[in-house]
């Protein structure tokens, strides 16, 4: 029973109130996950200025990459410098980190504990962007680790949570690593991500990606995935996951359930509805 939340801002007077609305909608969220929390956010210059590249890594120590800007929040820390995204992932990954997100315009951030008190651990209220996304989780697949929380971001500007589990997780599983691909954890929703990450990386759409994901996969899921250019949203083929969706003219949100909204400006005249099932609902910038 984990929760999810998301906002798209298509008003660039909201951006500076994305971190303030986001931690509302996650703290909203936290009896469904109590045990960590995971956020992405997407255009905050504070941690991610223009023209850099940023990566979050789980560390055990200092980075130290000459002329990076390093933010250090809880048991991530975040690493943007004015070089190639690739370059920079392979500087952090040479100091013994371990990357948990990286982009031009992402920053990520995952731990455990209680996710009010992580999303100050973030300063999350703080925070400026456009999109961003959080989950509280209650474990079921995996252990209570940071590398085991949401989201799972595991390729550039591209983040994915979950909630519910994957049936036939470990097949496929197998069935990438037999293709080269790489996991950092045990987590049934990094499987996920992992798959929808090499659909987009062969030139599929997002929403392309994820009605492959439906045919493939089995489960019960509610899945919110996120990338440089917008989110879209999906369920399982009987929607056994709650999920509620939220628009209006400045902003598209969704979440676990409706009180994550209830604070959005505007909602009283938003168009709000129940994603159907296995219908893939996408927005872009």
């Known amino acids: 029973m984990c929760g999810i939340v998301g906002l798209h801002l298509r008003d660039p007077e909201l951006y500076p109130r994305l971190g303030s609305l986001l931690e509302s909608m996650l703290c909203q969220m936290a009896g469904r996950g109590p045990d960590s929390a995971g956020v992405a956010v997407y255009g905050d210059h504070r941690r991610c200025p223009e023209g850099y590249a940023a990566v979050s890594a789980l560390t055990e120590g200092s980075v130290e990459i000459p002329g990076a800007l390093v933010t250090e929040a809880g048991d991530t820390t975040v690493i943007a410098a004015p070089m190639g995204v690739d370059d920079l992932v392979a500087a952090v990954r040479a100091t013994g980190a371990r990357v948990v997100g990286f982009g031009t315009d992402l920053t990520v951030y995952k731990g455990t504990g209680h996710p009010r008190e992580l999303a100050a651990t973030y300063d999350l209220a703080n925070a400026q962007g456009w999109q961003g996304l959080a989950h509280t989780r209650m474990a079921t697949e995996s252990a209570v680790t940071p590398e085991g929380c949401h989201p799972f971001s595991v390729g550039p500007d591209q983040c994915l949570v979950h909630n519910g589990s ?80 939220a628009e209006t003219p400045r902003w598209v949100a969704m979440a676990s359930e409706f009180r994550a ?19 893939v609902y996408a927005w872009q910038r």
Do not use: W
């Open 166 to 245: 994957f049936a036939n997780h470990a097949t496929i599983r197998r069935e990438l690593r037999a293709e080269g691909v790489e996991f950092d954890s045990e987590n049934d929703s990094e499987v996920g991500a992992r798959f929808v990450a090499q659909r987009l990386a062969q030139g599929e759409d997002l929403a392309k990606a994820l009605r492959a994901l439906c045919e493939r996969f089995d489960g019960f899921y509610t899945l919110l995935v996120t990338t440089g250019e917008g989110f879209a949203v999906v369920c399982d083929a009987i929607a056994c996951k709650p999920a509620i969706i």
């Open 261 to 279: 909204l209830a604070d959005l400006p505007g909602i009283e005249s938003a168009d709000i509805y129940e994603p159907e099932p296995e219908r």
